[in-house]
């Protein structure tokens, strides 16, 4: 792994989720995370390392036909796949803002979709294809 403070590059799906598991070290209860990146860019898998960081036992997948999955960890983890909405008012709809403004870690992929309903105190992260079929690129910004 390489990289600074703002930008990680990993070399493995199991170093993205090491870089996902520092993260939440920091993590108050609260914080929104919103991942942005193409399909396999490794959003869930960045998921999957926060997840296994605050201690959950359960597999992570991508919630195909549900929206938003909750893990019982302390603070709860809320995992938000915004693939199939169409607007931010269906996102509100789903009772997104509970989540945003609660006392859980929310990570959201697809954040884009919901870019003006996300608050100031957001975690930005990019990710984005490296030059190997396994490196990504993990920028952070707020
Ligand atoms: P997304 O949720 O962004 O669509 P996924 O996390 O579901 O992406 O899938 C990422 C895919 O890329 C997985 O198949 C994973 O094994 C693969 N992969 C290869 N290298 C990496 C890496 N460095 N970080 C994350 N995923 C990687
Ligand atoms: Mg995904």
């Not at 390392?49 to 929206?67: D, K, N």
């Not at 893990?71 to 709809?93: C, F, G, K, M, T």
Request: charged residues 25%.
């Amino acid at each position: 792994m390489t990289g600074s403070e703002q930008q990680k590059i990993t070399g493995s799906p199991e170093e993205t989720q090491r870089v996902a598991q520092e993260l939440c070290r920091t993590l108050a209860p609260g914080a929104v995370l919103a991942l942005y990146g193409e399909l396999g860019a490794g959003k869930t898998c960045f998921i999957q390392g926060l997840a296994e960081g605050l201690g959950v036992e359960q597999a992570v997948s991508s919630p195909t036909f549900t929206i938003i999955n909750e893990y019982r960890s302390e603070p709860p983890l809320y995992h938000v796949d915004l693939y199939r909405i169409r607007s931010e008012d269906e996102a509100l709809n789903l009772g997104l803002d509970e989540y945003l403004y609660g006392n859980g870690i929310t990570a959201i992929e697809w954040a884009e979709r919901v870019e003006s309903l996300l608050p100031a105190k957001t975690i930005r992260i990019h990710l984005t294809m490296g030059d190997t079929p396994d490196e990504r690129v993990i920028s952070f910004g707020r």
